[in-house]
């Protein structure tokens, strides 16, 4: 299987900071990667798809890049409604993975 | 609004089986892949199993693999998965998920998700 590692797991920070969240994949995953925000108590929400796609909704300063087999989530400009659990998942090849979360905490 | 909600969850002992459902709705449920996620509690996401929108492909976590059928009903608007020989690890919320397109996508809809508690 392949093996999502997000970094950092957790971290603090305060509302109008820019925070990158990244995920590393054991194995070559093209595009096929997925970012999910996740609140206490509450479904996951889709934010990006094909690794850099916002999904409809999803405010801009929300963005997705990558580089080989590195990705990474951008939040510009950090709002009090961010504070939340951010997972990435591959979609490229069964079983799909996700990543074991990143925990955004207010500083 | 998409709707998806699941049931059949339920507290359960080591061994036993448990049938869970997703009932779909407000979009064209047979357009479209389907999926289980769970997660165990205070833990992350784990992606279960899922389904391509005509039941040709088919994917199972290693952890559940050999174990647990996930099925639909395009006709019947639902998604299934059958538990068997359950056990303690497979505690958790399940969560079904709509892909945004028919095969290999990422999920843009869940459920609130039933609970599943294995338990002696």
């Known amino acids: 299987a392949i093996r999502m590692t997000q970094s950092p797991s957790s971290f603090s920070a305060s509302t109008g900071d820019r925070v990158t969240i990244t995920c590393r994949a054991s194995?070559?995953?093209?595009?096929?990667l997925a970012w999910y925000q996740q609140k206490p108590g509450k479904a996951p929400k889709l934010l990006i798809y094909?690794?850099?796609t916002l999904q409809s909704g999803v405010p801009s300063r929300f963005s997705g890049s990558e580089s080989g087999t590195d990705f990474t989530l951008t939040i510009s400009c950090l709002q009090s409604e961010d504070f939340a659990t951010y997972y990435c998942?591959?979609?490229?090849?069964?079983?799909?993975?996700f990543g074991q979360g990143t925990k955004v905490e207010i500083k | 609004e998409v709707q998806l909600v699941e049931s059949g969850g339920g507290l359960v002992q080591p061994g036993r089986s448990l049938r869970l459902s997703c009932a779909a709705s407000?979009?064209?449920?047979?357009?479209?892949?389907m999926h289980w996620v769970r997660q165990a509690p205070g833990k992350g996401l784990e992606w279960v199993s899922g389904?391509?929108?005509?039941?040709?492909?088919?994917g199972y976590a290693d952890s559940v693999k050999g174990r647990f059928t996930i099925s639909r009903d395009n006709a019947k608007n639902s998604l299934y998965l059958q538990m068997n020989s359950l056990r303690v690890e497979d505690t958790a919320l399940y969560y079904c998920?709509?892909?945004?397109?028919?095969?290999?996508?990422?999920?843009?809809?869940w459920g609130q998700g039933t609970l599943v508690t294995v338990s002696s």
């Open positions: 094909a690794a850099s």
């Open positions: 389904i391509s929108w005509n039941s040709g492909s088919i």
């Open positions: 407000r979009f064209t449920f047979d357009d479209y892949a």
């Open positions: 998920a709509k892909a945004y397109s028919g095969s290999t996508a990422a999920f843009d809809y």
């Open positions: 998942q591959q979609y490229y090849s069964y079983p799909w993975t």
């Open positions: 194995q070559g995953i093209s595009s096929y």
